[in-house]
Every structure is written in structure tokens, then in C-alpha cells.
Nanobody, 125 residues
Framework: EVQLVESGGGLVQAGGSLRLSCAAS????????IAWFRQAPGKEREAVSCISRDDGSLYYADSVKGRFTISGGNAKDTVYLQMNSLKPEDTATYYCAADYIRCTVRPRRAGLRYWGQGTQVTVSS
């Protein structure tokens, strides 16, 4: 059974940092990509970042480039999202997701079958 568990969310002031973790189990990490999405109240869930061990591809949304870093492609079972220079508009529930995808383009929500329960990130101004 595929399981994804996010952690690391919390309340932080603008300009601060958080590191989210996505602990994965039940699948071959070499074959799956892990993507981070976020959803703010009243907004659609959007892709933030993605990492694929299979082909080494990475994706970042324009809104987070230069501030967020995804890592853990070589880790056994955990992918991290380091978030620096946080802004109030980064406030959202962050989800990790997994499936057989490439991260060369923006991942689509419909293309990922497995999801975690989400972790809340709140950035105060």
C-alpha cells in the first residue's frame, strides 16, 4: 500500500523558512516521482515542485523559483521541500503526491494517484 505522510508545516513570519518532509512507503522510489502541491482557501490546488529519480528531472513553479528547493532524490524514502524567503501568499495546505510521471513539465493533479493528507503552512506578514 502506497502511503505518503507530510510534516514540517507551521506558522512562520514573512522572510522565514520551513522545511517540509514527505515520508513515502509502499512503492519503488526509483520509479516514482514525488511532487509537492499547495492549495490556499478558495483556490485551486497548484503544483509547486517535483522530483523524479528515474530521469533526474526537476520542476519548480515560477512563483517559488529561487526560494524553494526540492531534494531527497537519493534519499531512501523521504523527499524534502526547503522553503526560504516565505511570503504571505505562500500560505496554503501543502500536499505531496506520487506516481509514474516525469517532472520535465508542470505536474497535473489528475496525473497523480497517491496523495498525503497535507500539512498547513501559514506565513504572517
Amino acid at each position: 500500500e502506497v502511503q505518503l505522510v507530510e510534516s514540517g508545516g507551521g506558522l512562520v513570519q514573512a522572510g522565514g523558512s520551513l522545511r517540509l518532509s514527505c515520508a513515502a512507503s509502499g512503492f519503488n522510489f526509483d520509479d516514482y516521482a514525488i511532487a509537492w502541491f499547495r492549495q490556499a482557501p478558495g483556490k485551486e490546488r497548484e503544483a509547486v515542485s517535483c522530483i523524479s529519480r528515474d530521469d533526474g528531472s526537476l520542476y519548480y513553479a515560477d512563483s517559488v523559483k529561487g526560494r524553494f528547493t526540492i531534494s531527497g532524490g537519493n534519499a531512501k524514502d523521504t523527499v524534502y521541500l526547503q522553503m526560504n524567503s516565505l511570503k504571505p501568499e505562500d500560505t496554503a495546505t501543502y500536499y505531496c503526491a506520487a506516481d509514474y510521471i516525469r517532472c520535465t513539465v508542470r505536474p497535473r493533479r489528475a496525473g497523480l494517484r497517491y496523495w498525503g493528507q497535507g500539512t498547513q503552512v501559514t506565513v504572517s506578514s
